[in-house]
Nanobody, 122 residues
């Protein structure tokens, strides 16, 4: 069973920074892409950033230039460095692992973390 465990959320003032981490575990052979999505109250879940196994990245328009996604393939871990945070960045941030192949199954599957709250407020 694959699990994604997120950490690093919390309360930060506008203009501040936070770093999120997400570690995938569970006899993983390979992961195609990992990424972050977020969902604010009353809103749909939206893309924040994704990164492939060869470090191709994609960012949502609202975070370009402020957030940076990175990945440690050896640790099956993805990071999200968030700078210049704004109140509108407040949301639950979810980690996603796409195209996961495990030692038990060669059929690629997708997994989600439980979410971590990020609150930007003075």
């Amino acid at each position: 069973q694959v699990q994604l465990v997120e950490s690093g959320g919390g309360l930060v003032q506008p203009g501040g920074s936070l770093r999120l981490s997400c570690a995938a575990s569970g006899n993983i052979f390979s992961i195609n892409a990992m990424g972050w999505y977020r969902q604010a109250p009353g809103e749909q879940r939206e893309l924040v950033a994704t990164i492939t196994s060869v470090d191709n990245t994609n960012y949502g328009d609202s975070v370009k230039g402020r957030f940076t996604i990175s990945r440690d393939n050896a640790k099956n871990t993805v990071y999200l460095q968030m700078n210049s945070l704004k109140p509108e960045d407040t949301a639950v941030y979810y980690c996603n692992a796409n195209g996961v192949v495990t030692l038990a199954s060669i059929r690629p599957s997708d997994y989600w973390g439980q979410g971590t709250q990020v609150t930007v407020s003075s």
